[in-house]
């Protein structure tokens, strides 16, 4: 888990304090059980001092609960009464709810609508069935960024500015592995120019196929991104550029047109798809990064 930027150091308007009580709580992952002060030390990054510490006061504040028979602990009542008065403020995963179970009908794959955490993006809709059983995600679960079709789609959603400042975090988080992870994201660009959506062929787990749309309101909030994915024997690549990328993109603009919202397209002009990988706007934007 990546702690907070060295330049917040400066800012006195950021509560360090906070911020870590904060990772502590990140630590702690759907289908985690109990996470003890050695675990969540490696989890976030901090000294085992101040993790003892920390999770002293969360216990105190009703945040997490202390197992004494293992010298561990789990998020408590007060910490999930968060989450779910932040899902319950989401429209959009409630409004989305028949258009997801209607697509997950027609292409029998897992559908999800989620929006960023750090380098993740974080499920708060799911919507699967027993034909779905080799994608086994569901609300409050994380799939990386980098690597998957929501988080693409997600990436080339975002405005020049704020997506080259992800694009810096990532090439510093991923280091060596950032070569290969940018040529996948530099081709989700292209694919979103040419039709809308972005895909990910066994480049998250190998065994995953998935096409990805993204969803910005006209509230400012956002983005927030969708994807349909199912086993790789189910959806081949030709599959999802042909038929599920698209249903998605259409579902997307549907919900869209239910909320009101404003898509935010890529601005196709600066991008010409013919173009090999180090030619091209689109290409130097990433292998700039």
């Not at 080339?156 to 500015?161: E, N, S």
């Not at 292209?190 to 809308?196: D, N, Q, Y």
């Not at 999802?240 to 997307?252: E, F, H, T, Y």
């Not at 909320?259 to 173009?275: E, M, Q, S, W, Y």
Request: glycine share 10%; charged share 25%; with cysteine.
């Amino acid at each position: 888990m990546k702690r907070p930027a060295k330049k917040v150091a400066t800012d006195r308007s950021f509560v360090v304090a906070l911020a870590r009580g904060l990772d502590v709580l990140r630590a702690f992952r759907p289908n985690d059980g109990l996470l003890g002060n050695q675990e969540i030390a490696a989890r976030t990054g901090l000294p085992k001092p101040t993790i003892s510490r920390l999770t002293y006061t969360l216990c105190k504040l009703g945040y997490l609960t202390q197992v004494p028979r293992f010298e561990k602990y789990q998020l408590a009542p007060a910490a999930m009464a968060i989450g779910y008065a932040a899902l319950a403020n989401l429209g959009v995963r409630h409004l989305s709810e028949p258009f997801r179970d209607e697509l997950m009908r027609q292409t029998g794959g897992a559908v999800a609508i989620g929006g960023r955490d750090r380098f993740s993006m974080i499920y708060f809709g799911q919507s699967r069935s027993s034909m779905t059983v080799g994608v086994q995600l569901d609300v409050g679960s994380r799939v990386p960024i980098a690597t998957t079709a929501m988080g693409r789609a997600y990436i080339w959603a975002l405005p020049d500015d704020e997506r080259a400042a992800l694009l810096r975090e990532l090439r510093e988080h991923y280091g060596s592995r950032w070569s290969k992870l940018k040529d996948g994201i530099e081709r989700a660009g292209e694919m979103v120019a040419k039709h809308g959506f972005a895909i990910s062929v066994g480049e998250w787990q190998h065994d995953v196929h998935a096409a990805g749309v993204a969803l910005r309101l006209n509230d400012g909030t956002g983005p927030y991104a969708f994807n349909c994915g199912a086993p790789a024997f189910r959806f081949s690549e030709e599959l999802l550029i042909n038929d599920i990328g698209p249903r998605l993109l259409a579902m997307v603009r549907n919900i869209e047109a239910a909320l009101g919202a404003t898509a935010v397209p890529l601005d196709t002009r600066t991008i010409t798809n013919k173009k090999s990988k180090t030619g091209g706007k689109l290409a130097r934007e990433v292998e700039e990064i």
